[in-house]
Nanobody, 116 residues
């Protein structure tokens, strides 16, 4: 079965960096685009970034463009999100996601807290 497991979250100060990972299993990882979403307390889940199956094309939400970088390692079926210049408003649970065969698949999320 499809499984997505996020890791790498934590508590950091504004301006610092984190790298999140999403380990995938149960499907042919390289065939499908992958996404990062986040959900802040009291807010709806929002899309953050997208990467194609080959990793050659990416897209970002305006709120993170220039600060976050999505990448993937198809050999190890893992997607990453590098978070730089973190701001208080980046505090959220971050989820990885993929969609294929008419179904959405989500991980359990990893908490990122930005606070001084």
């Amino acid at each position: 079965q499809v499984e997505l497991v996020e890791s790498g979250g934590g508590l950091v100060q504004p301006g610092e960096s984190l790298r999140l990972s999403c380990a995938a299993s149960g499907f042919t990882f390289s065939r499908f685009g992958m996404r990062w979403y986040r959900q802040a307390p009291g807010k709806e889940r929002e899309w953050v970034a997208f990467i194609t199956g080959t990793g050659t094309s990416t897209n970002y939400a305006d709120s993170v463009k220039g600060r976050f970088t999505v990448s993937r390692d198809n050999t190890n079926s893992t997607m990453y999100l590098q978070l730089n210049s973190l701001k208080d408003e980046d505090t959220a649970v971050y989820y990885c996601n993929t969609y294929f065969g008419g179904s959405n698949y989500w991980g359990q999320g990893t908490q990122v807290t930005v606070s001084s």
